[in-house]
C-alpha cells in the first residue's frame, strides 16, 4: 500500500543559516510510510513544537556531468 520512504526531523524555530548543505545528521533519519510522518507531524502541531518530519530529496547529483537524474 504505503512505499517506505526517509524522512528527516527538522527543528522550524532554528535560523536558517544553521543548516549544513551536505544534509542532516543521521540520528534525525527515520524511516516510515507517507501515512505514519502525516500522523506523526500532526501531533507535534497538537504539542505546539517547531519539529516536524520532511521527506528527504529523492533527486541525486550525477557527479560526472553535474545533471540532477
Same mark, same amino acid.
Given at each position: 500500500?504505503?512505499?517506505?520512504?526517509?524522512?528527516?526531523?527538522? *527543528?522550524?524555530?532554528?535560523?536558517?543559516?544553521?543548516?549544513?548543505?551536505?544534509?542532516?545528521?543521521?540520528?534525525?533519519?527515520?524511516?516510515?510510510?507517507?501515512? *505514519?510522518?502525516?500522523?506523526?507531524?500532526?501531533?507535534?502541531?497538537?504539542?505546539?513544537?517547531?519539529?516536524?518530519?520532511?521527506?528527504?530529496?529523492?533527486?541525486?547529483?550525477?557527479?560526472?556531468? *553535474?545533471?540532477?537524474?
Amino acid at each position: 500500500m504505503y512505499k517506505i520512504e526517509k524522512y528527516y526531523l527538522i *527543528d522550524w524555530g532554528i535560523p536558517a543559516n544553521q543548516f549544513s548543505e551536505s544534509g542532516y545528521t543521521p540520528n534525525k533519519e527515520v524511516y516510515m510510510t507517507s501515512e *505514519d510522518a502525516q500522523i506523526k507531524n500532526n501531533e507535534l502541531v497538537e504539542l505546539r513544537t517547531t519539529l516536524r518530519y520532511v521527506r528527504a530529496n529523492a533527486r541525486k547529483l550525477n557527479k560526472k556531468n *553535474d545533471e540532477v537524474r
